[in-house]
């Protein structure tokens, strides 16, 4: 090898290394911020300010400092909130008697879980403010933690599981955005939701020991409205059996009051003719079928119209 | 050799582009590497270092150097490229499939399907499956009967109905990429997003249902309401991801109390069969009455016919009677006086007492030895005695 063939390889190899760290690239998602000698320079790729690609700094003079540029989700730990008094239940439930450390207990405690999207829109405050992501997310942790207890703790639960909802979330989200801008973290919070908001565990058996007791009514309730409908209708049926029989019984006993009626009228028609003369008819009649029979004995006195001829002497 | 020829081609190309690709440094570090002992200037030797590929394949000249250079690059763009899952800049995308090309990290293209080729080390590529049906599972699928004795624990998707009740809900979003782009650039971890504003929302909408609408008849309307809360969120997050839909598998009481929930639902069927037993006693009873009111009518009109009927017959009887007794009064009457007499008394006791003698003696009538012995027969001679007989003579 030849003296010149060294020189340039090691001007190659120069060229090389210079170039390398001269040159970098910014991928599309992220950001870059260039500092020189730890100071603030410029950054690439900001959102707004798309310019993805390969770009030049001053080499060795310049470092790089790549930040995320998508949205990113903070996922704070869930924490116990103290929600708001319920306006509408308190003046049933308000406990005259023992006031004051009882009426933090009426209110409900619930598991919240919330979750904030981000994303850096100002790299170079986040870079002075924040410094990193990891060191972002430990500050903002408080700051939602806060704005959700601040907030939920002047809903009712009954408020937070209405309509309500989205207006209670976007007031946690314009909290912590506005905190976010004051303290210039350089970033805009995109939305804030509650994902979970329940009851916390050691709550969770009361829960459940009221809903039993809730179906248990509901049961109890079904079962004696059913007993009580059909009482109802058995009821009804046996009015209306009666009803069917009384209507029946009338109607029956008209209907023979008219034959008799009928019956009276023709026989009057009949007999009004000669009155004498139907007694006496009638009477044989009667005679006939009422001393009819073997075991009829007559005790009868000479004095007798049918023993008229017998008595008398003068035959 | 054979391995080098077969490969001369892709490795003429992949040098070719290195050589001439302005600005990217590991071309200039390929085309270096072979610089000549002529001159230190870089152009010269970048000129020359072209001219000694063409050489060496070209002209197929044995220079060593040139071919081992070659051979370098060639290896060099290779391995990087296996490492981005391309070989000398060709690729493949599968059906259903696009390729979000980037070239130094800024992305510049979409590629179809099929057989396609990039620019080795300054482009690469990310294949994303926009047809593929992605499933996001919340909630515990309940295969087992023993997961239904565990009590309610984290993994376990509990939530809140407006009722204050708990649900127990399991579900499933189907979504896919929408958009690649906005898929890879604009959100991190966009399918850990999507659960969490899934679940987010189904909690959101449970808070607004009670329970038991949750667990009965709501519960298509709420997997519809879900569905669209969902999909118009991921559209605002604009991150490239569409709902395709919401399944519910499950949403019922928790298991705790699943069992007050059925003893409920059998109190209410328990309560349907009252009253259905009720209904029973109802249809038997009253048709029972209707007929009995009918019998009572019938009889009523058949008593009625009876009568009116008898009536009629006993007046039409009398009143022939009447026309035949009244030619011959008197021995009509006598007549018929004697006949009913005879026959009365002709089957009968006959005890004759005298008047005379019912007057001064008491007759002493031992009536159960009369009814005993009807056969005997006494007949006392009674004195005679003047009677009228007044009947036969009225008129």
Known sequence: ??????????????????GSNALFVVDQREIVVIRQFGEYVRSINEPGHDAPGLQVKIPFVQELVRLDRRVLALDPPSTEVLMGEDKQSATTQANPDTPGNDEADQRPRLVVDSFVRYRITNARDFVVTAQSEDRLVSLLRPVVDDAVRGVLGR?????????????????????????AKSSKYGIEI????????????????????????????????????????????????????????????RDAQKLRGEADNEAIRVMGDATSKDAEFYAFYRSMQAYRTALKGENTTMVLSPDSPFLHFFATDKP | MSWNQGGGPWGNQGGNQGGNNQGNPWGQRGGGGNGGPDGPDLDEMLRRSQERFRNAFGGGSPKGSGLLVALAVVAVIALQGMTQGHFLGFYRINDGEVAVVQRFGAVVRQEPPGLRWLVPLAEKYTAVSTSRINRVELGVPAQTTSTRNRDSSNDNLMMLSGDSNMVDVQFTVQWRVSDAVKFLFNMRNPDMTLKMAAEGVMREVMGQNQIMTAIGSGREAI???????????MTTYDAGINVDSVQLQRMEAPAP???????????????????????????????????????????????????????????DRFTQVYNAYKQAQTTTTTRLYLETMEQVLGGANKLVLDGATAGKALPYLPLDTLRRAPAATTATTAAPAASTHNNSGNN
Request: charged share 30%; hydrophobic share 45%.
């Open chain 2, 223 to 233: 997997r519809q309401d879900v569905e669209k809360r969902l999909r118009e969120l």
């Open chain 1, 155 to 179: 809903y009712s639960l009954r408020q937070l599981l209405s309509e309500q909802r989205a207006a209670i979330v976007g007031e946690i989200a314009a909290r912590v955005n506005e905190v």
């Open chain 1, 1 to 18: 090898m030849t003296p010149r063939l060294i020189a340039s390889l090691v001007a190659l190899g120069v060229a090389f290394v210079v």
């Open chain 1, 190 to 249: 995109i939305d804030v939701r509650i994902r979970k908001a329940d009851f916390p565990d050691r709550a969770l058996q009361a829960v459940f020991d009221r809903m039993r007791s809730e179906r248990d009514r509901v049961a109890a309730q079904t079962l004696a409205e059913g007993e009580q409908r059909a009482q109802a209708i058995r009821a009804a049926a046996d009015r209306e059996r009666v009803e069917i029989l009384a209507n029946a019984q």
């Open chain 2, 257 to 315: 109390v699943i069992d007050a929930f059925i003893k409920a639902q059998n109190a209410q069927q328990d309560a349907n069969k009252a009253v259905n037993i009720a209904e029973g006693y109802r249809s038997s009873v009253l048709p029972q009455a209707r007929a009995e009111a009918n019998r009572m009518l019938e009889e009523a009109r058949a008593y009625k016919s009876q009568v009116v009927a008898g009536a009629q017959g006993d007046a």
